[in-house]
């Protein structure tokens, strides 16, 4: 995993800055959500994995699939790809190139996993909350986890704070037995 991050890195800084100088932020999200789910797919990866397929026919076979979502920046950016053999990177550029896009945009996305669903009252407290403690707009989400007992699981950013009630069992849990 960290190897892909490091690998994916160069390129992601690369699109992000292209995006930034022309401001088409949100057109190369798009072009890279679309290029990194077309990857995904078995028949696309069978053919970027396939020896018998060019480098050359790799990108032009992507580009074929992405077609109406790309630009001629895309195209060469997955020309580029292809000739370094690292179309198969595409899943994690796009997620650090969004990382990057967030942090420019003052946006923190949080997930807020639940017992039971939140109320309005409660979300925009969380809302507040986050908002004065990470100084960023917040884009939340929620999810309700039967597995929680109650209380709540918030992931923000690469922080994750634990205030379930299971989280708390199981702290207990871990010290009991420590002792």
Same mark, same amino acid.
């Given at each position: 995993?960290?190897?892909?991050?490091?690998?994916?890195?160069?390129?992601?800084? /690369?699109?992000?800055? @292209?995006?930034?100088? %022309?401001?088409? &932020? +949100?057109?190369?999200? #798009?072009?890279?959500?679309?290029?990194? !789910?077309?990857?995904?797919?078995?028949?696309?990866?069978?053919?970027?994995?396939?020896?018998?397929?060019?480098?050359?026919?790799? /990108?032009?076979?992507? @580009?074929?699939?992405? %077609?109406?979502? &790309? +630009?001629?920046?895309? #195209?060469?950016?997955?020309?580029?790809? !292809?000739?370094?053999?690292?179309?198969?990177?595409?899943?994690?550029?796009?997620?650090?190139?969004?990382?990057?896009?967030?942090? /420019?945009?003052?946006?923190?996305?949080?997930?807020?996993?639940?017992?039971?669903?939140?109320?309005?009252?409660?979300?925009?407290?969380?809302?507040?909350?986050?908002?004065?403690?990470?100084?960023?707009?917040?884009?939340?989400?929620?999810?309700?986890?039967?597995?929680?007992?109650?209380?709540?699981?918030?992931?923000?950013?690469?922080?994750?704070?634990?205030?379930?009630?299971?989280?708390?069992?199981?702290?207990?849990?871990?010290?009991?037995?420590?002792?």
């Amino acid at each position: 995993m960290a190897e892909l991050a490091t690998l994916a890195r160069p390129y992601a800084n /690369a699109v992000f800055d @292209i995006a930034s100088e %022309r401001e088409a &932020l +949100d057109r190369w999200s #798009r072009m890279l959500t679309v290029a990194a !789910a077309a990857v995904a797919e078995p028949t696309v990866q069978a053919m970027i994995e396939s020896p018998a397929v060019t480098d050359a026919q790799k /990108a032009h076979g992507l @580009i074929d699939v992405v %077609r109406d979502e &790309l +630009d001629d920046a895309g #195209r060469r950016f997955l020309h580029t790809l !292809a000739a370094n053999k690292r179309l198969t990177l595409l899943p994690e550029i796009g997620t650090q190139f969004e990382a990057l896009k967030a942090e /420019a945009e003052r946006v923190l996305d949080v997930e807020i996993a639940s017992a039971v669903p939140l109320s309005n009252d409660e979300l925009d407290r969380f809302t507040d909350a986050l908002k004065s403690r990470y100084e960023r707009d917040i884009q939340l989400s929620t999810v309700v986890d039967g597995d929680l007992i109650g209380g709540a699981v918030v992931r923000a950013g690469d922080t994750v704070v634990d205030g379930s009630v299971r989280g708390k069992l199981d702290k207990l849990a871990e010290s009991l037995t420590r002792t």
